[in-house]
């Protein structure tokens, strides 16, 4: 297997809880050197100290950092909400209603159009660094649209997400789409998706429902994921923690109560900043869940309608600035805890026998993702081991 070494790193993030005594929460280490062989990392340490490799790349002094795991992604659909973003920012507010556009133009695409759309949305990810993403559907809300929305983002990930219960779409009741979603939508999509997800929120599906939803999906084999507390408080976090999921995601409007039970269960909250900076809303008050101990991870949404943007540089520089997080924790938030959301942990750290998912930034450090916000400095990106990007 050909070996790849990759040195003169000025600042090498592992997020290795090994390193973690005198390299922090990033497991630092300076001056280092990589070496990759076939798609994992094989060696890390001085460059000093570096074995020979089939192929040498100077880094030049500057930082690298594992590849980012967004673990929160809608990449299948077609149209665009730019109106709707544009009357948003001119007054009027966001509701969860204008899923239903995106859902008719998604229905009228072809399997074709989908796949060509999310793989030009995954490659835009992987040149801003993004080396794992996970990928809702959500935008077909029938059997048919569900189950192929799904199929196209098999084809990217293995981490699919069936999001049958985004909005209840026309022409249908709540009580008769609960009885589709957890009846033929549900086996139509369990055989393309990892993950089940619920929109639990006032104007989506109430905490009743997404346990009767989450109960069936996990019966299916699928495991629970859910959207709560992005627009209002309710009792969407509090489930998630009493079913023990990995992960619940938004976490805006939380009350004592929730972060306690987040702190206890030790399920992540993953907060997702570009939605409160395409909305106008408040941001989720990262400080208060991690002085609580809550397990905290960062990701896109990406998605038509309340945040399109793909870059994880954009929600570390948000969380820095506008969460009180700091530099460190947001770049931790956005690797090794977004592996730990989708419950993996082959990737977002760098030590051997991991994935070998490596961004080279043009910096000398991560604080620079914060520091220079707007700015792109992704310099190179390796993906299993194989260079995808270089500039
Ligand atoms: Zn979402």
């Excluded at 022409?171 to 998706?193: C, I």
């Excluded at 043009?362 to 916000?373: E, G, K, T």
Aim: proline content about 5%; glycine content about 10%; some cysteine.
């Amino acid at each position: 297997m050909s070996t790849t070494l990759i040195t003169g790193i000025g600042e090498l993030v592992t997020n290795d809880p090994a390193r973690a005594e005198g390299g922090g929460l990033l497991g630092l280490v300076h001056d280092a050197a990589v070496v990759v062989e076939g798609s994992r990392v094989a060696w890390i340490g001085r460059a000093v100290d570096a074995p020979a490799a089939d192929v040498q790349v100077d880094a030049g002094g500057r930082a690298v950092v594992p590849g980012f795991v967004d673990s929160h992604s809608h990449l299948v659909f077609a149209g665009d909400r730019s109106a709707e973003f544009e009357a948003r920012m001119t007054g009027e507010p966001y509701t969860a209603g204008g899923i239903r556009t995106t859902v008719a133009a998604t229905r009228a695409a072809t399997d074709e159009q989908l796949t060509s759309h999310v793989a030009r949305l995954v490659a835009e990810m992987r040149a801003q660094g993004t080396t794992s993403v996970e990928i809702k559907s959500g935008y077909g809300l029938s059997v048919h649209d569900e189950a192929r929305s799904l199929a196209v983002a098999r084809q990217f990930t293995d981490d699919t997400t069936f999001l049958g219960a985004h909005v209840v779409p026309a022409g249908t009741t709540p009580e008769d789409y609960v009885d589709l979603v957890t009846g033929p939508m549900l086996a139509a999509a369990a055989p393309h998706a990892r993950w089940i997800d619920v929109f639990c929120e006032d104007g989506a599906f109430d905490v009743d429902q997404a346990r009767t939803i989450l109960a069936t999906g996990s019966d299916s084999g699928l495991r629970g994921r859910l959207h709560a507390n992005q627009l209002t408080y309710g009792g969407g976090v509090r489930l998630a923690c009493e079913l023990g999921l990995v992960a619940v995601d938004h976490c805006t409007f939380l009350s004592d109560d929730d972060v306690s039970a987040l702190a206890s269960s030790g399920t992540i909250a993953t907060l997702l900043p570009g939605v409160e900076f395409s909305t106008r809303q408040p941001y989720p008050d990262a400080r208060r869940l991690l002085d609580a101990g809550v397990r905290i991870a960062l990701a896109s949404d990406c998605n038509p309608g309340s945040c399109f943007t793909s870059s994880m540089a954009l929600c570390i520089a948000l969380a820095v600035r506008e969460m009180r997080m700091s530099p460190a924790e947001a770049l931790h938030a956005a690797t090794a805890m977004g592996a730990a959301a989708l419950d993996r942990d082959d990737v977002g750290v760098l030590a051997p026998g991991k994935v070998a998912d490596l961004v080279l930034l043009d910096a000398p450090s991560h604080v620079h993702l914060a520091y220079r916000p707007g700015v792109p400095l992704v310099a190179g990106v390796w993906q299993s081991g194989r260079p995808v990007v270089a500039r």
